[in-house]
Nanobody, 124 residues
Framework: QVQLAESGGGLVQAGDSLKLSCAASGRTFSNYAMGWFRQAPGKEREFVAAITWSGGYTYYADSVKGRFNISRDNAKNSMYLQMNSLKPEDTAVYYC?????????????????WGQGTQVTVSS
Protein backbone atom coordinates (compact mmCIF):
# COMPACT_ATOMS: atom_id res chain seq x y z
CA GLN A 1 0.00 0.00 0.00
CA VAL A 2 0.97 3.58 -0.65
CA GLN A 3 -0.48 6.41 1.40
CA LEU A 4 -0.65 9.83 -0.21
CA ALA A 5 -1.30 13.19 1.44
CA GLU A 6 -1.69 16.48 -0.39
CA SER A 7 -0.98 19.94 0.99
CA GLY A 8 -0.62 23.48 -0.24
CA GLY A 9 -4.09 24.29 -1.46
CA GLY A 10 -5.76 27.59 -0.72
CA LEU A 11 -7.51 30.68 -2.01
CA VAL A 12 -5.63 32.82 -4.50
CA GLN A 13 -6.42 35.47 -7.10
CA ALA A 14 -6.31 35.00 -10.84
CA GLY A 15 -2.75 35.29 -12.09
CA ASP A 16 -1.22 34.12 -8.82
CA SER A 17 0.91 31.04 -8.27
CA LEU A 18 0.50 28.14 -5.89
CA LYS A 19 2.56 25.02 -5.21
CA LEU A 20 0.95 21.76 -4.18
CA SER A 21 2.84 18.99 -2.47
CA CYS A 22 2.14 15.29 -2.15
CA ALA A 23 3.86 13.26 0.55
CA ALA A 24 4.00 9.50 0.10
CA SER A 25 4.52 6.77 2.65
CA GLY A 26 4.38 3.01 2.57
CA ARG A 27 6.03 1.21 -0.31
CA THR A 28 9.07 2.51 -2.17
CA PHE A 29 8.04 5.82 -3.65
CA SER A 30 10.53 5.68 -6.49
CA ASN A 31 8.81 2.56 -7.87
CA TYR A 32 5.72 4.56 -8.76
CA ALA A 33 4.67 6.93 -11.45
CA MET A 34 2.81 9.83 -9.90
CA GLY A 35 0.28 12.35 -11.03
CA TRP A 36 -2.28 15.01 -10.27
CA PHE A 37 -5.98 15.02 -11.04
CA ARG A 38 -8.63 17.58 -10.23
CA GLN A 39 -12.38 17.74 -9.85
CA ALA A 40 -14.36 20.94 -10.12
CA PRO A 41 -17.89 21.26 -8.67
CA GLY A 42 -20.40 19.46 -10.86
CA LYS A 43 -17.72 18.05 -13.15
CA GLU A 44 -15.96 14.73 -13.53
CA ARG A 45 -12.46 14.25 -12.21
CA GLU A 46 -9.87 15.05 -14.89
CA PHE A 47 -6.20 14.40 -15.49
CA VAL A 48 -3.84 17.32 -14.86
CA ALA A 49 -0.26 16.05 -15.01
CA ALA A 50 1.91 12.98 -14.47
CA ILE A 51 5.56 12.11 -14.03
CA THR A 52 7.44 8.85 -14.47
CA TRP A 53 9.19 7.15 -11.57
CA SER A 54 12.54 8.65 -12.52
CA GLY A 55 11.15 12.07 -13.32
CA GLY A 56 12.47 11.73 -16.82
CA TYR A 57 9.14 12.16 -18.58
CA THR A 58 6.23 14.41 -17.79
CA TYR A 59 2.74 14.68 -19.23
CA TYR A 60 0.22 17.51 -19.05
CA ALA A 61 -3.37 18.19 -19.92
CA ASP A 62 -3.66 20.77 -22.67
CA SER A 63 -5.52 23.10 -20.31
CA VAL A 64 -2.49 23.46 -18.01
CA LYS A 65 0.40 23.02 -20.42
CA GLY A 66 2.85 25.92 -20.13
CA ARG A 67 1.39 27.07 -16.80
CA PHE A 68 1.83 24.05 -14.49
CA ASN A 69 5.00 22.10 -13.75
CA ILE A 70 5.11 18.67 -12.13
CA SER A 71 8.22 17.45 -10.32
CA ARG A 72 9.29 14.90 -7.74
CA ASP A 73 11.99 14.33 -5.17
CA ASN A 74 12.39 10.60 -4.57
CA ALA A 75 14.77 11.21 -1.68
CA LYS A 76 11.96 13.05 0.11
CA ASN A 77 9.16 10.76 -1.06
CA SER A 78 7.44 13.82 -2.42
CA MET A 79 5.86 15.13 -5.58
CA TYR A 80 4.96 18.71 -6.42
CA LEU A 81 2.74 20.72 -8.73
CA GLN A 82 3.83 24.29 -9.36
CA MET A 83 0.83 26.19 -10.70
CA ASN A 84 1.41 29.57 -12.31
CA SER A 85 -0.90 32.07 -14.00
CA LEU A 86 -3.86 30.54 -12.24
CA LYS A 87 -7.32 31.04 -13.69
CA PRO A 88 -10.76 30.80 -12.08
CA GLU A 89 -11.37 27.66 -14.14
CA ASP A 90 -8.50 26.00 -12.27
CA THR A 91 -10.69 26.00 -9.17
CA ALA A 92 -11.09 22.39 -8.05
CA VAL A 93 -10.12 19.79 -5.53
CA TYR A 94 -6.69 18.53 -6.55
CA TYR A 95 -5.80 14.90 -5.96
CA CYS A 96 -2.42 13.23 -5.83
CA UNK A 97 -2.33 9.76 -7.39
CA UNK A 98 0.15 6.97 -7.98
CA UNK A 99 0.57 3.72 -9.84
CA UNK A 100 3.36 1.41 -10.91
CA UNK A 101 2.43 2.04 -14.54
CA UNK A 102 2.38 5.54 -16.03
CA UNK A 103 -0.32 4.42 -18.46
CA UNK A 104 -2.74 4.07 -15.56
CA UNK A 105 -2.32 7.77 -14.88
CA UNK A 106 -2.10 9.20 -18.36
CA UNK A 107 -4.23 6.85 -20.49
CA UNK A 108 -6.76 4.92 -18.44
CA UNK A 109 -6.73 7.49 -15.61
CA UNK A 110 -7.41 4.77 -13.06
CA UNK A 111 -4.37 4.80 -10.77
CA UNK A 112 -4.21 2.43 -7.83
CA UNK A 113 -3.60 5.00 -5.12
CA TRP A 114 -5.26 8.32 -4.31
CA GLY A 115 -4.85 11.05 -1.78
CA GLN A 116 -7.73 12.78 -0.02
CA GLY A 117 -7.47 15.97 -2.05
CA THR A 118 -6.73 19.62 -1.38
CA GLN A 119 -8.95 22.54 -2.37
CA VAL A 120 -7.66 25.19 -4.75
CA THR A 121 -9.85 28.23 -5.28
CA VAL A 122 -8.95 30.95 -7.77
CA SER A 123 -10.94 34.15 -7.53
CA SER A 124 -11.38 36.49 -10.49
Amino acid sequence: QVQLAESGGGLVQAGDSLKLSCAASGRTFSNYAMGWFRQAPGKEREFVAAITWSGGYTYYADSVKGRFNISRDNAKNSMYLQMNSLKPEDTAVYYCAGDEAIVMLVATQRPSYWGQGTQVTVSS
